[in-house]
């Protein structure tokens, strides 16, 4: 995954319940950081976890393999 330095920038909008976001804001205290750097990070680890879990590999796989007849040809 490219590193945010050469990704643009998106904003998004995260509904948390009270005690997610007490958890959040905990974090970012004790890390001495944003909450932002601290949801990217679960985003980011997150990632890497399904990406590297074979069967997770095997779902997208199968997937792309059955939409592939639904997409208009590469150019």
């Known amino acids: 995954m490219p590193?945010?330095?050469t990704m643009r920038s998106r904003t998004v909008s995260v509904r948390l319940d009270g005690e997610s976001f007490d958890q959040l804001v905990t974090i970012a205290k004790v890390?001495?950081?944003t909450m932002?750097?601290?949801?990217?990070?679960?985003v980011?680890?997150?990632a890497?976890?399904?990406m590297s879990d074979p069967a997770w590999v095997?779902?997208?796989?199968?997937?792309?393999?059955?939409l592939a007849p639904l997409l208009p040809p590469k150019q």
């Open 44 to 46: 980011d680890k997150h």
């Open 58 to 66: 095997e779902e997208v796989e199968d997937l792309q393999r059955r």
């Open 3 to 5: 590193n945010g330095s």
């Open 36 to 42: 932002g750097a601290v949801i990217r990070e679960a």
């Open 31 to 33: 890390k001495g950081t």
């Open 48 to 50: 890497k976890s399904l």
